[in-house]
């Protein structure tokens, strides 16, 4: 008797700065099982960058078709370029058993969790707000003023981390992919994921 | 700021010859930060069976005086022998914050989360019936029919595995082992045990 596996669901969600692309980086090295969700941006691409890794560079006719027929899960407009989570593998791929993992800002989270009641979500914690400020600083890319508003904001979302199945704090990076994996190892042995097992088991006498 | 950190309970059971000392034996070897509670029984000790680590066996006399004076948290007549978990190490242990695990039969299994409600329950499955019956063979502790009348027990408790939280099989004892040591590293995560932290976070600025 074969049976499909259920999909499993992984919003990974957290402040900026929380470190979330490099938790992402490395969990991807370590389990290449793992299946990461990737955005679509209307933006151009830059030289570095690879279609299909980092984004899936697609024109704006093409990405507001995609919202116009509920293929965009969630988006958000930046600069003038859309930014959005793509429906349609994340399905394909939970329908072929897989595991995903949806890297989304915090505002996004609480959509993505109503579209996928299953789902199983991960607040990612900075260890202090002192170190928060630190990593800011340390990308500067942004200016003092930018810092300050997203310390700010970053307070407001670290309160909703309740609203999350599991909170990792993201101190040492191989501790906090190790937290992650342990997640995703113990839910694939939630017991409604393996309810399927009891009449195979039953039945193999 | 300190604050007492939540004990955590784990609830083990499945099957007679599941592998449920197997399991706990590996498991108490590769982390000794987890307490094990030992169970109280009426049953004769088994040739390779230590009393204090497989359970306490003690006489029926004793038995029936424990629960008299509420010092047992649920017992189980099983085959005609008593099977009790004592209370007091229990809370003891979980009021310093520890992991506890405590080894039951399916049936006292329903009791002991009514009374530890945030306990975490995992089901260990065996691969199949045909394995189950090959280590009880194994045994060679028990008779034919006492086989037979435990694979016809195990059916019953097999369908029951969906009431626990997570299904363990235990097919290769390493990976059953990992699973569990996943489960457990995974609610020590989960948001509820971890909300303190929010506070702490903000504040360490």
């Known amino acids: 008797m074969k049976i499909e596996k259920m999909g ?5 969600s957290g402040p900026s700065g929380s470190g979330k692309d490099t938790v992402l980086n490395e969990l991807s090295k370590q389990d290449d099982d793992i299946k990461i969700s990737i955005s679509l941006t209307t933006r151009p691409k830059r030289d570095w960058e690879i279609d299909g890794v980092h984004y899936y560079f697609v024109a704006e006719n093409y990405f507001l078709r995609k919202i116009e027929c509920n293929q965009i899960l969630e988006y958000a ?3 003038g370029n859309y930014y959005g989570t793509p429906k349609s593998i994340i399905d394909q791929w939970l329908a072929n058993g897989e595991t995903v993992i949806l890297k989304i800002e915090v505002q996004g989270a609480q959509k993505i969790r109503e579209i996928y009641p299953d789902a199983v979500s991960i607040f990612l914690m900075p260890p202090s707000m002192k ?3 630190e990593r800011l600083f340390k990308r500067e890319s942004e200016k003092n003023d930018e810092i300050q508003r997203r310390l700010s904001i970053a307070i407001d979302e670290i309160k909703r981390a309740t609203e999350y199945n599991y909170i990792v704090v993201n101190d040492l990076l191989d501790y906090a992919v190790s937290d992650i994996r342990a ?5 694939r042995q939630s017991s409604p994921r393996l309810e399927y097992l009891i009449n195979e088991v039953i039945e193999n006498d």
């Open 8 to 12: 499993l669901l992984i919003i990974l």
């Open 77 to 79: 407009v930046y600069n």
């Open 131 to 133: 170190i928060l400020k």
């Open 183 to 187: 997640i995703i190892r113990a839910e």
